[in-house]
């Protein structure tokens, strides 16, 4: 997993605009292969699509060949309700850029059959808010809890799982928790983007207040990390079958001996070395039996027999001559 860390929430959203800008450039999308790309709503991307459509008209990026799936809609209001998530994407990206309106997928909330709705929807699940989030939505909705739908449609784990590669921005102390739980916890079925640990390339992008809940160690280990990469003249990539798409993938080119019976690598220190097959094979010796037997055996028996102090006898004899002085 990586981590990204940002001063500000401006800093963190233009980095996740150029990540995406850099991803769709390099996979060089076309209409029979174009890049999917799952969008999100809410406050946290506002700044991401503003620094899109500014590269977009800036000539940076084209969307022409750009599928999208939006991960939310509210149940029970029309879509052109001016809060609806279907209102909220067209309002602030795909009116101010060249996405084909057939290329845009938004779930219906208004669909007869809400189960055949999200199956249609790359199985998506039908779940119902928290009170919490209901209360955070209110703000959208004259900071009035009764107009805030209770039903919304989303994109499930399992469909955010199996895409190629998952960007995650967080942005402000609100959310320092849930990025603390997902980076130095374990998976946890009460914090949904701790999931982001079985995914092989995820990569959240946060501002500062978002990391407070962190450990100091577990920041600095983050920043040190894309330093050190930065200082090698390198980002941290993804492997290319993953970046480049429709780009050309460069062939690993491996050396081999032509021999019958080895393959290895060619010798880069020098050419007069050769790999070669041995003629004969040494033949293993057959091990000795093995006896068990006592230390004691090992010990020659005079020295057996020898004591390690002077016998009582011995020791009267050296006092003998010290009494008779005396």
Not at 91 to 107: A, D
Not at 307 to 324: H, S
Request: hydrophobic share 40%; aromatic share 8%; glycine share 4%.
């Amino acid at each position: 997993m990586r981590l990204i860390i940002r001063d500000d929430a401006a800093a963190t959203s233009n980095y996740v605009a150029n990540y995406i800008v850099d991803r769709i450039n390099a996979y060089k999308p076309t209409p029979q292969n174009p890049f999917v790309l799952g969008l999100p709503t809410g406050s946290s991307p506002l700044g991401v699509y503003k620094a899109l459509v500014d590269k977009y008209k800036a000539g940076e990026i084209s969307f022409e060949n750009v599928v999208t799936f939006n991960m939310d809609e509210y149940v029970g209001i029309p879509r052109d309700h001016p809060e609806s998530y279907h209102s909220f994407m067209w309002k602030n990206f795909f009116s101010h850029v060249n996405v084909h309106p057939n290329n845009v997928h938004i779930l219906n909330g208004n669909a007869p059959s809400l189960e055949a709705e999200c199956v249609a929807y790359e199985d998506a699940i039908k779940r119902t808010l928290a009170y919490d989030t209901i209360l955070a939505n209110s703000r959208f909705f004259d900071n009035d809890v009764s107009k805030v739908p209770r039903m919304a449609l989303t994109v499930g784990v399992q469909t955010v799982l199996e895409a190629r590669e998952v960007v995650v921005i967080i942005i402000g102390q609100r959310k320092a928790l849930a990025l603390q739980r997902c980076i130095e916890q374990g998976v946890n079925h009460m914090w949904t983007l701790s999931s982001l640990q079985l995914h092989p390339h995820p990569m959240i992008v946060a501002d500062e207040d978002a990391t407070l809940e962190l450990q100091v160690k577990t920041v600095k280990y983050f920043k040190s990390i894309e330093k050190v990469a930065q200082e090698a003249g390198f980002q941290q990539i993804l492997p290319s079958k993953v970046r480049t798409g429709n780009g050309p993938v460069p062939e690993t080119r491996i050396d081999t001996v032509s021999s019958p019976t080895i393959l290895a690598p060619q010798p880069t220190t020098s050419q007069l070395l050769r790999a070669t097959p041995a003629t004969e094979y040494p033949v293993r010796s057959v091990s000795p039996e093995l006896i068990p037997d006592r230390m004691a055996s090992r010990i020659p028996e005079p020295a057996l027999n020898q004591r390690l102090t002077p016998n009582p006898e011995q020791q009267a004899a050296k006092q003998q001559p010290n009494a008779v002085n005396a």
